[in-house]
C-alpha cells in the first residue's frame, strides 16, 4: 500500500510537548481527535471523581455495619467456646491453613479457644488478628495478637505479640532444627513462623485468608468434610458401581426358532470382538475363541432315519476339513472334497 492510500489513524510518533492534552503527548493528532480525546479525558476524570466519592460512602457504610456486627462475633465466639477443638478443626479443613501446620502445632492449637478479627475504626489504617489460648505446656501467654497497620510513612506495617516459650517448647526453633520434616510447602513455613514473620506485611496471604475467608464464617470450615459430601453426592456406592466389569455387551437378545443368542464379547488385550453362538448343550473351546454346539434336534432327527447318533460335533481349528462345523444350527461338512 502506498503512502499517499495509508490509513489515517496510522500516524508517525512525534514529539509534541505543546500539546493541550495530557496524556500522551508523542503523537501528532488531528484537530478533532485532539478535541475528542481532551473530552474524554475530562469526562474519565468525572468518573474517577465519583469513584472515589462512593469510596468515601463505602468506608462509612462498612465502619456502621462493623460496629453493628461486633456484638454478633462476641456472641459467636461464646457459643463457640462450648465446643471443643472448633478453632484446630476449622484451621485444619482450610487448605491454606492447613497447609502451614506440623503435627506439633496442631498439638498445640487445641488450647485454641478464642479466634478474633478487629477492624480498626478507620479501616484503611488496619486490622489485629487476636488468638486466646487456654493454659497450655507450650508457653505462658494468653493471648497473642498480630497486628497490620499503616506507618507515618503511608507504608503498611505488622508487629507481632513475644511468644514466651516454656523451656524446650520452642516449636519455631524445633521447626527450623528438623529441617527434613515433611513440608507441604517448599518454604517450611509453619503457623508460629508465619506468626513471627514481619518482614513484608503487604504479602501476608495468611492474614489475609483468615481475616477475609475463615473469620466471616468459620462454620463452614468446621462442617467442611459433610458439606462436601452433601454438596457432591460422593457415596461408596457410586465408586462401586464404577467398578463394574463392562468388558461384555449384549448386543441383541433375538429370540429365533432355534433358540439362538448372540453376545459380542470384547477381547481386553487384543481390542477385537468375537462372535459367539449359543445353540445348548455342551461346549467346546477351540485356540480361536469361537464356540460351536451342535443342536439336540439333529440327534432325534438321526435317531429316527435309523441312522446312527452321531458323535458331538468338534470345533474346526484353523479350518481343518476333519470335523463338521455347526453354524446357527446347520451342519456344514469339512472341506475335504
Not at 477492624?119 to 497450655?136: A, L, P
Not at 449359543?278 to 440327534?299: H, K, Q, S
Amino acid at each position: 500500500m502506498s503512502a499517499d492510500t495509508a490509513s489515517p489513524a496510522k500516524r508517525a510518533k512525534v514529539s509534541n510537548p505543546d500539546s493541550s492534552f495530557e496524556g500522551d503527548q508523542s503523537q501528532d493528532f488531528d484537530s478533532a481527535t485532539q478535541k475528542a480525546l481532551e473530552d474524554i479525558d475530562a469526562c474519565q476524570n468525572e468518573i474517577d471523581a465519583l469513584n472515589e466519592k462512593a469510596s468515601e460512602e463505602i468506608l462509612k457504610v462498612e465502619q456502621k455495619y462493623n460496629k453493628l456486627r461486633k456484638p454478633h462475633y462476641e456472641k459467636r465466639n461464646d457459643m463457640i467456646k462450648n465446643i471443643s477443638n472448633f478453632w484446630i478443626t476449622a484451621f485444619m479443613n482450610h487448605p491454606q491453613i492447613s497447609a502451614i501446620l506440623d503435627d506439633e502445632e496442631e498439638e498445640c492449637l487445641h488450647y485454641l479457644t478464642t479466634v478474633n478479627v478487629e477492624e480498626f475504626d478507620d479501616i484503611k489504617s488496619g486490622y489485629r488478628i487476636g488468638f486466646t489460648f487456654s493454659k497450655n505446656p507450650y508457653f505462658s501467654n494468653d493471648v497473642i495478637s498480630k497486628e497490620f497497620h499503616l506507618a507515618n510513612t503511608g507504608d503498611p506495617e505488622s508487629n507481632a505479640t513475644e511468644i514466651k516459650w516454656k523451656d524446650g517448647m520452642d516449636l519455631t526453633k524445633r521447626a527450623q532444627q528438623q529441617a527434613n520434616r515433611k513440608r507441604r510447602h517448599g518454604n517450611g513455613r509453619t503457623f508460629f513462623t508465619w506468626f513471627n514473620d514481619v518482614s513484608d506485611p503487604s504479602a501476608d496471604d495468611i492474614a489475609e485468608v483468615i481475616k477475609d475467608d475463615m473469620w466471616p464464617n468459620p462454620l463452614q470450615y468446621y462442617l467442611a468434610p459433610e458439606s462436601f459430601v452433601d454438596e457432591n453426592g460422593v457415596s461408596d456406592e457410586d465408586d462401586d458401581e464404577e467398578d463394574l466389569d463392562d468388558s461384555v455387551v449384549v448386543l441383541d437378545e433375538d429370540d429365533d426358532e432355534d433358540g439362538e443368542e448372540v453376545y459380542e464379547v470384547e477381547d481386553e488385550e487384543e481390542e477385537e470382538f468375537e462372535t459367539v453362538d449359543f445353540v445348548g448343550g455342551e461346549e467346546d473351546d477351540d485356540d480361536d475363541g469361537v464356540e460351536v454346539i451342535e443342536d439336540g434336534d439333529d440327534d432325534e432327527e438321526a435317531a429316527d432315519e435309523g441312522e446312527e447318533e452321531p458323535t458331538k460335533a468338534k470345533t474346526a481349528v484353523n479350518g481343518s476339513s476333519e470335523a463338521p462345523v455347526v453354524v446357527n444350527g446347520s451342519k456344514e461338512g469339512g472341506g475335504g472334497e
